[in-house]
């Protein structure tokens, strides 16, 4: 069985930062690619980023683009999410998500986080 636990959210003031971190773990697991969504409060959860395992080719959302930064350690099986210059409008749960299958790039996952809260004060 396939266990996402994303860690690192928390309350920063507009134009910090912050890093999340989601591990992996389950026996052999070897995902093709993993990702980071998020849900705002009223909204519809959305893609922000997502990373093919092995080549590390990325792709993101056009609102965070420049600022936020997916990358892996391979070692690990962790996926991290470095956030910069963090606006109020990026207040949401941010879930990560894992997938098997190989499609690039990847926008539909089987495994999915419980979720961590980030929330940027203005």
């Known amino acids: 069985q396939v266990q996402l636990v994303e860690s690192g959210g928390g309350l920063v003031q507009a134009g910090g930062s912050l890093r999340l971190s989601c591990p992996a773990s389950?026996?052999?697991?070897?995902?093709?690619?993993m990702g980071w969504f998020r849900q705002a409060p009223g909204k519809e959860r959305e893609f922000v980023a997502a990373i093919e395992w092995i080549s590390s080719t990325t792709v993101y959302t056009d609102s965070v683009k420049g600022r936020f930064t997916i990358s892996r350690d391979y070692a690990r099986n962790t996926m991290y999410l470095q956030m910069n210059s963090l606006k109020p409008e990026d207040t949401a749960v941010y879930y990560c998500?894992?997938?098997?299958?190989?499609?690039?790039?990847?926008?539909?996952?089987?495994?999915w986080g419980q979720g961590t809260q980030v929330t940027v004060s203005s």
């Open positions: 998500a894992a997938t098997s299958a190989h499609r690039w790039p990847a926008y539909e996952y089987e495994y």
């Open positions: 389950g026996r052999t697991f070897s995902p093709y690619a």
